[in-house]
């Protein structure tokens, strides 16, 4: 290191030493302020800044719209207030996912968010079985719910429910009898 590049290091350190000596200052005022009043000493308020909520996306209805996908299913998802009525290709909920674990798995996104039982739910699901369908709609009531109360975006964030989950079938390869298995070897 030549004799300038010290010196251009020790300026840029005395440069950052300045600037750290003001910054808590700046912080800490409101803390100095608020102890000031209240007569009893406080620890010093760091703020951070906090993201701003999305803008509320809602129809001429009041409705939501997201899609949802899982697999090779494709959930095309309304949400609006109501009573809690999901109905899933013009069938009740209970009628189109007869199994209740489905159920189970479309209606965990209103468990998250305490929401049970406040919002209808109008979808069409294409494509793929009926776990991938269930699955589809759940992710479409999340992106659909998010849009509707944009506050309730960072719990369902955290549970995991707004992304898409990317696991599908393996697809099958040439020269195989399916996506890895081989065919039966004959040594003879």
């Known amino acids: 290191m030549s004799d300038t590049d010290t010196r251009q290091s020790l300026a840029d350190l005395g440069d950052l030493t300045k600037a750290a000596a003001e910054a808590p200052a700046a912080v800490e005022a409101p803390a100095a302020e608020a102890a000031a009043a209240d007569e009893a000493p406080a620890a010093p308020v760091v703020q951070t800044p906090t993201m701003p909520l999305r803008e509320r996306e809602v129809d001429a209805q ?29 069938r009740d909920q209970e009628v189109y996912f007869a199994r209740p674990t489905l159920r189970l798995v479309m209606n965990q996104v209103f468990g998250i968010a305490d929401r049970e039982g406040q919002y209808d739910v109008v ?66």
């Open 123 to 188: 979808a069409t699901v294409k494509g793929g079985g009926l776990s991938g369908q269930a699955g589809a709609v759940k992710h479409g009531i999340s992106q659909a719910l998010t849009k509707q109360e944009p506050a309730l975006r960072s719990v369902v964030k955290a549970a995991g429910f707004l992304t898409r989950d990317s696991r599908a079938v393996e697809r099958k390869k040439y020269g195989k009898a399916k996506a890895r298995k081989s065919f039966q070897f004959s040594k003879r």
């Open 62 to 90: 009041g409705r939501s719209y997201a899609t949802g996908r899982r697999k090779d299913a494709v959930a095309r998802v309304w949400v609006k207030p109501g009573t809690g009525k999901i109905t899933v290709n013009g």
